[in-house]
């Protein structure tokens, strides 16, 4: 009777994980902190203000790097990226199943970053890449494989946008070949965040 009750209770509890975003940043931040690289959610206006600078007069994709709970994804919508044009990818599992029942006409990878070139359509055309990937905690071998396909996905006048909670310069922006064109502070989201843009050229 007691197992019982303790078994439902518990199924109860996995499922408001499950189900709770908060929650569920906290149970990966718990399981894989270097790749999770926050305490919660971003806020809404982080996410406006990442998706802004997406240009929407070009006819690529845009690709969202670390999706996690979806705020930056509704963001990139919002500000009108069609969706038939944005490729999530989402190294948690977790976070990745959570992705496509909260979106199921978007296209969700689950897979590294690492491995961007591996995941996407041969030949393909890329506007933007929007990232949330924690770079200053992977591991330097999976960030500087990132910031690599960056520099030859983003050659034809892509443009990446990331976000990081450290406020002044940080170590990888020295190792990309790109023009930084713009930085501005969040105040308002926990922790405050600095939203970087960078232009390649061929
Ligand atoms: C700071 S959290 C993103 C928060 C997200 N903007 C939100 O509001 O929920 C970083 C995300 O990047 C994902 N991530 C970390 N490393 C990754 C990698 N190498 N490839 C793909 N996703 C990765 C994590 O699983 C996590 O979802």
Redesign the pocket.
């Given at each position: 009777m007691v197992g019982t009750w303790c078994r439902s209770g518990l199924g109860r509890l996995k499922k408001t994980v499950r189900h709770s975003?908060p929650l569920m940043?906290v149970n990966?931040l718990m399981h894989?902190p270097k790749?999770?690289?926050?305490i919660c959610?971003?806020s809404r206006k982080l996410g406006r203000y990442m998706a802004k600078h997406i240009p929407l007069n070009h006819d690529g994709i845009v690709i969202e790097?670390?999706?996690?709970?979806?705020?930056?994804t509704q963001a990139i919508l919002d500000h009108g990226v069609p969706a038939d044009k944005l490729i999530v990818?989402?190294?948690?599992n977790v976070?990745a199943q959570h992705l496509q029942r909260r979106f199921p006409h978007l296209t969700i990878i689950n897979?590294?970053?690492?491995d961007l070139d591996a995941l996407l359509p041969p030949d393909v055309r890329i506007n933007a890449i929007v990232s949330?990937?924690?770079l200053i905690s992977?591991p330097p071998e999976?960030r500087s494989r990132?910031l690599h396909h960056w520099q030859t996905l983003l050659k034809d006048e892509g443009r990446a946008i990331q976000f990081t909670y450290n406020l002044r310069q940080t170590q990888w922006q020295a190792s990309l070949n790109a023009c930084h064109y713009s930085s501005e502070i969040v105040w308002t989201n926990v922790p405050p965040a600095r939203v970087m843009t960078f232009r390649f050229a061929a």
């Open positions: 975003r940043f990966e894989q790749f999770t690289g926050a959610p971003s790097l670390g999706g996690g709970t979806g705020v930056i990818i989402e190294f948690s976070f897979g590294n970053a690492a949330s990937l924690p992977l999976v990132i």
